[in-house]
């Protein structure tokens, strides 16, 4: 059974950092494209940022390009969020997901993804 599992959410001050963690299991994912999307209250599931398997392409959504930054493990199957200079409108579930076939052009469409997290809560205080 595959699993992803995120850490790291928590309550910051504007202009603080956080770093999320997804742990899968289950499954090997160094093949797949995994990514962290969010949601807001009353808002529609975002793309955040993407990696590819290989961890040598990755994708960032414009509101958070400069301030986040994906990285992954494959030896330990887990995928980071470094996120920085956050801000209020940052505040949001944030999820972890991956693809389940290798070589898929799309990265920011949650249709795309077979795998979700259960989510973590980020909130930034202003």
């Known amino acids: 059974q595959v699993q992803l599992v995120e850490s790291g959410g928590g309550l910051v001050q504007t202009g603080g950092s956080l770093r999320l963690s997804c742990a899968a299991s289950?499954?090997?994912?160094?093949?797949?494209?995994m990514g962290w999307f969010r949601q807001a209250p009353g808002k529609e599931r975002e793309f955040v940022s993407a990696i590819r398997g290989r961890g040598d392409s990755a994708y960032y959504a414009d509101s958070v390009k400069g301030r986040f930054t994906i990285s992954r493990d494959n030896a330990k199957n887990t995928v980071y969020l470094q996120m920085n200079s956050l801000k209020p409108e940052d505040t949001a579930v944030y999820y972890c997901?991956?693809?389940?076939?290798?070589?898929?052009?799309?990265?920011?469409?949650?249709?795309?993804?077979?795998?979700w997290g259960q989510g973590t809560q980020v909130t930034v205080s202003s």
């Open positions: 997901t991956a693809q389940s076939k290798p070589f898929r052009a799309i990265y920011s469409d949650p249709v795309e993804y077979a795998y």
């Open positions: 289950g499954r090997t994912f160094s093949s797949f494209t």
